[in-house]
T-cell receptor, first 113, second 111 residues
Framework: DGGITQSPKYLFRKEGQNVTLSCEQNLNHDAMYWYRQDPGQGLRLIYYSQIVNDFQKGDIAEGYSVSREKKESFPLTVTSAQKNPTAFYLC????????????FGDGTRLSIL | GQQVMQIPQYQHVQEGEDFTTYCNSSTTLSNIQWYKQRPGGHPVFLIQ?????EVKKQKRLTFQFGEAKKNSSLHITATQTTDVGTYFCAENQGGSEKLVFGKGMKLTVNP
C-alpha cells in the first residue's frame, strides 16, 4: 500500500534543541515538500526538493534545514534558530512537481516544552 | 509572489443547504487545485482544473474555473456533516514546481 509516512506524530522540543521530523514515501515520487500549518493559516512552504541531492528554500526556510540523500526520504530539522517552532508540519510528495497533485502525510505536531 | 485569496474564510451552514466558496487571483492562473482537510487530518487532493471555463463534478461538489482563469469556485449541494473541514485552493506559480495555497475556507455544518 503506497503512501507517505511521517514520524513521530507528536514531538516536544526543549529550548536550544534541534529536532528532526521524518518523512518517507514509497510512491516513487520525484518531488517532496515540507509545509508548516498554523491555526487559521494556510500551508506555508518551508523547503522542497525536485530530485535527490537537490533542494530549494520555500517561503519560510529560516530556522529549518533539510536533506535529500534518497528519493524516498526528506527529513526536516527544526533548529534552535527557529524561535517559534510550535506548529503542525506536513510533508507531501508529487510525481514530478509543478501541476501534479500532492499527496500528504498525516503530519507531525511539534510543541515547545 | 502570487497569492490566491479564498472567500469566505469561514462558513457555517445548516445541513441540507447549498453554498459556494471562491478562490480569486489578480493574475491569470495556469491551473488550480482544490484540497480538503478534515479536522485533525491532512489535506487530500480533490480536483485539478486547467482549461478556461472548465467545470468538473464529484457527486455533490461542483468545481469551476473562470473564463479568464483568474478565479475558481466550489459549490456544494445539500451539505452534509461529512463535508465538514477546511477547503484549500492552490496554484503553481506560473508553471513553477511549487504550489501556493490559499488560507482555506473552514466549513462547519449544523445537523
Amino acid at each position: 500500500d503506497g503512501g507517505i509516512t511521517q514520524s513521530p506524530k507528536y514531538l516536544f522540543r526543549k529550548e536550544g534543541q534541534n529536532v528532526t521530523l521524518s518523512c518517507e514515501q514509497n510512491l516513487n515520487h520525484d518531488a517532496m515538500y515540507w509545509y508548516r500549518q498554523d491555526p487559521g493559516q494556510g500551508l506555508r512552504l518551508i523547503y522542497y526538493s525536485q530530485i535527490v541531492n537537490d533542494f530549494q528554500k520555500g517561503d519560510i526556510a529560516e530556522g529549518y534545514s533539510v536533506s535529500r540523500e534518497k528519493k524516498e526520504s526528506f527529513p526536516l530539522t527544526v533548529t534552535s534558530a527557529q524561535k517559534n517552532p510550535t506548529a503542525f508540519y506536513l510533508c507531501a510528495s508529487s510525481a514530478d512537481g509543478g501541476n501534479q497533485p500532492q499527496h500528504f502525510g498525516d503530519g507531525t505536531r511539534l510543541s515547545i516544552l | 509572489g502570487q497569492q490566491v485569496m479564498q472567500i469566505p474564510q469561514y462558513q457555517h451552514v445548516q445541513e441540507g443547504e447549498d453554498f459556494t466558496t471562491y478562490c480569486n487571483s489578480s493574475t491569470t492562473l495556469s491551473n488550480i487545485q482544490w484540497y480538503k482537510q478534515r479536522p485533525g487530518g491532512h489535506p487530500v487532493f480533490l480536483i485539478q482544473l486547467v482549461k478556461s471555463g472548465e467545470v468538473k463534478k464529484q457527486k455533490r461538489l461542483t468545481f469551476q474555473f473562470g473564463e479568464a482563469k483568474k478565479n475558481s469556485s466550489l459549490h456544494i449541494t445539500a451539505t452534509q456533516t461529512t463535508d465538514v473541514g477546511t477547503y484549500f485552493c492552490a496554484e503553481n506559480q506560473g508553471g513553477s514546481e511549487k504550489l501556493v495555497f490559499g488560507k482555506g475556507m473552514k466549513l462547519t455544518v449544523n445537523p
